[in-house]
Structures are given as C-alpha cells and as structure tokens.
C-alpha cells in the first residue's frame, strides 16, 4: 500500500471556464456505471504509450509522467465542492501530490490552480500555484515545517508539537541537552520567542512527571 498524500485544491478563472470544468465533474462523478476516474476524464493517459501498452503494465510509469501520482482519483460529491467561480477538490493520491496532472487541467481548461498537500511519511508539505498556461511555482518544505509555514504557530503546535512531547522528554531523559537546545534543534524554523514557549511547556510536564 502507498503512502496517501492529502490534496486540497482550488480552482479559479474565467466564470465560463470554471463552470464548464465544473459540469464536466459533475458528470463524472455520477457516472456509476462507466467509472473513470477524474485525470482520466479530464486529461486521458499518456500520448507517449499505447492503450495496449498502458493495460500491458505501462499504465504505472505512463500515470508517474502523465499525472505525477501512480493511481487516478475517483471523483464523487464528498470531496467537491463546486461553485460557478470556484472549484474546491479534497483528496488523497497516491504518494505525491498530482501536480503534473493539474498543469494539463489548467492548460486544456484555461483556469488557475492552486494546490496544497502535505503527507508525513515521506515528509513534505507545500503549495505549487499554476496558471492558465501551465506554468507554475511551488513552495515546498519539510513536513514539520511547511504545516509551520501554511498554518501557522499555533495550528502547528496542536498538531505536531502536542503529539511529540513525550517523545521529546524521553530524549531529554537521555541526553545532557537543555530543553531549549532540544526544540531548537529539532525545530530550528521556530522564532526565538516560540523554541522558549516549547521549552516552557516541556520543562512544566518535566516537573509534574517528577
């Protein structure tokens, strides 16, 4: 099994464009019968493999290339949200973010992309921008850091610092490391002020444990 990357992406442009692109969801996503998934839909396989050789086992590498993840995406009602000037997708691929399937969506369809993605097991986390010509900038970083980056102190506090505290004390228990020292080396993204506040905090559960 892969690891599964968490995809949130929105789309924006031309009224025209973005509902158009929008139908053409909809439609997907209650075509029970026939189910394609959505970059298959949207964009097709790889010009550069036949169908025979994509169903011969040429689909992965062809998916790789084409999409920039191995597996296409189903698209159903839970991970849209669909509006005449805005397009938002919430998914999962498989182990990196489709970004290469996104810059043919905005290229075909003429609309702007905005991606976020973040996935810990392989540790990163960023935003890629793409415009209607399929040109883009990304901003990519380390997991820890990027949910710092996008979310902010706090949001990552909760999510990422809450859980590792044990962890962190443990390793203090071991070493002759100051608090301060600990935080700081592994969260040197972190302000002065912030690493002071981590230590605050693991030096308080540090003194209940005692």
């Known amino acids: 099994m892969p690891n599964w990357?968490?995809?949130?992406?929105?789309?924006?442009?031309?009224?025209?464009?973005?509902?158009?692109?929008?139908?053409?969801?909809k439609i997907i996503s209650k075509d029970d019968e026939m189910k394609t998934g959505m970059f298959?839909?949207?964009i097709g396989i790889s010009e550069n493999v036949s169908v025979q050789e994509y169903n011969d086992g040429g689909?992965?590498?062809?998916?790789?290339?084409?999409?920039?993840?191995?597996?296409?995406?189903?698209?159903?009602?839970?991970?849209?949200?669909?509006q005449s000037?805005?397009?938002?997708?919430?998914?999962?691929s498989a182990w990196s973010p489709p970004v290469a399937?996104?810059?043919?969506?905005?290229?075909?369809?003429?609309?702007?992309?905005?991606?976020?993605?973040?996935?810990?097991?392989?540790?990163?986390?960023?935003?890629?921008?793409?415009?209607?010509?399929?040109?883009s900038s990304e901003d990519d970083y380390e997991y820890q850091e990027g949910i710092?980056?996008?979310?902010?102190?706090?949001?990552?506090?909760?999510r990422e610092f809450e859980s590792q505290k044990e962890y962190l004390i443990d390793t203090l228990g071991e070493s002759e490391s100051t608090p301060e020292e600990i935080v700081e080396e592994w969260f040197g993204f972190l302000t002065e002020e912030e690493i002071k506040e981590c230590a605050d905090d693991?030096?308080?559960?540090?003194?209940?444990?005692?």
């Open 148 to 158: 710092y980056r996008f979310e902010g102190f706090n949001e990552w506090y909760e």
């Open 59 to 82: 689909w992965y590498n062809a998916n790789i290339d084409n999409w920039g993840t191995k597996w296409d995406v189903d698209v159903d009602e839970h991970m849209c949200t669909i």
């Open 202 to 210: 693991l030096k308080s559960e540090m003194s209940q444990q005692d």
């Open 5 to 25: 990357c968490y995809n949130s992406v929105t789309i924006t442009g031309d009224t025209d464009k973005v509902t158009s692109l929008g139908n053409r969801l």
């Open 40 to 42: 298959k839909s949207l």
């Open 85 to 92: 000037d805005c397009i938002v997708l919430n998914f999962e």
């Open 101 to 135: 399937a996104f810059k043919k969506i905005a290229q075909r369809y003429g609309v702007l992309v905005e991606m976020y993605y973040e996935e810990a097991g392989s540790d990163f986390c960023g935003k890629t921008f793409i415009d209607e010509e399929g040109d």
